[in-house]
Structures are given as C-alpha cells and as structure tokens.
C-alpha cells in the first residue's frame, strides 16, 4: 500500500467528477437543509436511476435517449414533490420517502429478470465513478457550467426553479458517481458547515468535499476497494474532523478576537 499504486490517469478524471459534482451539489445541501428536506436528494436521485432503468429496459445502453429517460423521471419526481410542498407541506418528508422507495422497488421490478440486472442496480447505487470518461467527463463539465450560473439567479431561489435545477443536476451526478455518493455530497458538507453563513460556508463545504473525494479516490485505488464506498465513508470523517476540530477552534478565535 504506497502512494506508488494510485494512477493518476484513472484517479484524476474521477477526482475532476467529484470536484463538479461538489461545485453544485454544496449550495444546493445547504437549500435543502434550510427548506427542511434532507431526503430529497435520495428520492430525487432514485427518480433518475429508474429513468437510467427504464432506458435499459427499453434496450437503452447510451446516448441522448437515456439522458432523456433520466431528466424524464428526474424532472417528474422533482415536480411531483415541489407540488407536495405547496399542497401539503406537513406530510412532504413521508412524500419524499414514499416515491424514494417506490422508485426504488419500480427498479428492482424492471431488471428482475435480467441477468446482469443485480450489477446494473449496483453501478446506479454505488456508482463506477473511477471508470468515468473523457467524454462524459467534458459534457459535465458543460452541463455543470450552466447549472452553476443558473444557480446565481433569482430563478434559483423560486420553488419551481429550485426543483428544477435539483433534478437536473442530480440526474448528472447519478450516472457518474452513483446514489449514494450523489447523497454525500449534497448532505454531508452542508449539515459539517450549516453554522457558517454565506460563502463562508460554501467555501468550507467545497473544501471539505474536495479532501473527501482525495482522500477516498486514492484510498480507493490503494486498497483496491469500491471507490464510491470509501468516499462515502473518508467523506464523512472528512465533516466529522471539520466539526469536532476546526469549528471549535474557530469558535474559540472569535471569541478572543472579540474579547479584545
């Protein structure tokens, strides 16, 4: 177990994924937990992958038809759900819940008889972020720099905007790095930095995402362990170091600093 071992060539393109992934998906967490709808994400991004299913149930395997597919199911989730919260705003979370594993059992229903249908579910859940392409690579990036400039605009703040946006960039994340890294990196550093304001906080977010994602890939390919699992896992000790250590040193500075 060296340092020696990681391949840069196979790393990189992956870490770049996470580093695009993290620039929406930090202010977006931090929206989420202050409208109250933590599970979301999971619903949302299941919404996706049972699109990505349907596809391949339909003899789907790439291109523009499974995008289609997964904005398609994305973007009905996402409505279905921004109509719960205006109608009934006390029930949304059992909502959220409700189409997560409905999604989720809509997909198991699909790929019963597949073959190959148990890795297919795994690659959505777990996700193959290591084997990221060049090509999938610059249409995120694309994608990702539209998302980003659309989020600095008033459109982003409205509810129809918010979903919109949300399930747009879910249903990108989901196919390059899986479920539930997609839900690590939209919750974790939100809920490590949610008592910083502003872009101190997104900063922050960002950053502690970014170490995550380094930390996890070059794990990943030291170990030779599941690449999507372990960033889960480095992520979130990545937050929980963040909280336990810095923010009480910060806290501690603000107070000498305003004792002078």
Request: with cysteine; aromatic share 8%; net charge neutral.
């Amino acid at each position: 177990m060296t340092l020696e071992t990681i391949d840069l060539k196979l790393v990189g393109p992956a870490f770049i994924a996470g580093l695009l992934i993290l620039s929406t998906h930090v202010p977006l967490g931090r929206q989420v937990l202050g409208r109250g709808i933590v599970f979301l994400d999971l619903a949302v991004a299941q919404m996706a992958a049972l699109g990505v299913i349907g596809a391949h149930f339909a003899g789907l395997e790439s291109g523009w038809m499974v995008q289609a597919f997964a904005v398609t199911a994305a973007v009905a989730g996402a409505t279905l759900l921004n109509l719960a919260e205006r109608l009934w705003p006390e029930t949304q979370e059992a909502l959220i819940g409700t189409v997560f594993v409905v999604a989720a059992c809509l997909g198991i229903l699909l790929l019963a008889h597949d073959p190959h249908g148990g890795e297919a579910m795994q690659d959505l859940l777990a996700g193959q972020i290591l084997w990221v392409g060049s090509q999938e690579l610059l249409v995120a990036a694309v994608i990702t720099a539209i998302l980003a400039l659309l989020l600095l605009t008033p459109f982003a703040r409205s509810g129809t905007g918010f979903y919109l946006l949300f399930a747009c960039a879910v249903t990108l994340s989901v196919q390059l790095a899986g479920v539930y890294l997609v839900f690590a990196s939209l919750i974790v550093p939100a809920l490590a930095t949610r008592r910083l304001a502003g872009y101190t906080g997104v900063l922050a977010g960002w950053g502690i995402g970014g170490l995550g994602y380094a930390l996890g890939l070059a794990f990943s390919a030291m170990l030779d362990l599941p690449s999507g699992a372990i960033v889960v896992c480095l992520l979130s000790a990545v937050a929980v170091a963040f909280v336990s250590v810095f923010m009480p040193l910060l806290r501690t500075y603000a107070e000498r600093k305003a004792l002078k």
